[in-house]
């Protein structure tokens, strides 16, 4: 695989990934161009693997709203955990006999298929 195919696929990666995985390709491909600043047919062309060699201007705009996004994702994540963590302690002040176990297993041990850190 060449570099530039590699760009490529990385691009429309990158796009499929802004887009999210409800509704149809057109609406998705609005959302990716307001994200970017980008005009709807670049992401088309792009989500396509149609350009054959990537501006640099474009990749590096694609490439600072999938940082973006993925910042976003993080903060959600850890204001999820926040939110778990408070709602746990609660339990555990009430004395509720499984948040101990339910602590456990979050923390790794138990039956749980992923460790989360609290």
């Not at 963590?85 to 041990?109: H, N, S, V």
């Amino acid at each position: 695989m060449s570099r530039a195919d590699a760009i490529r696929d990385e691009m429309a990666t990158c796009i499929l990934a802004l887009a999210g995985t409800d509704g149809p390709a057109k609406a998705a491909n609005g959302k990716v161009a307001r994200l970017t600043g980008l005009s709807v047919q670049t992401i088309e062309r792009l989500r396509w693997r149609k350009i054959v060699r990537v501006p640099a201007d474009v990749a590096d705009a694609i490439r600072e709203a999938m940082l973006a996004h993925v910042e976003q994702q993080e903060q959600r994540a850890r204001h999820e955990a926040s939110l778990l963590r408070a709602r746990l302690a609660r339990f555990e002040d009430l004395g509720c006999a499984d948040a101990a176990a339910t602590r456990d297993r979050l923390r790794g041990g138990g039956e749980a298929h992923r460790t989360v850190d609290l």
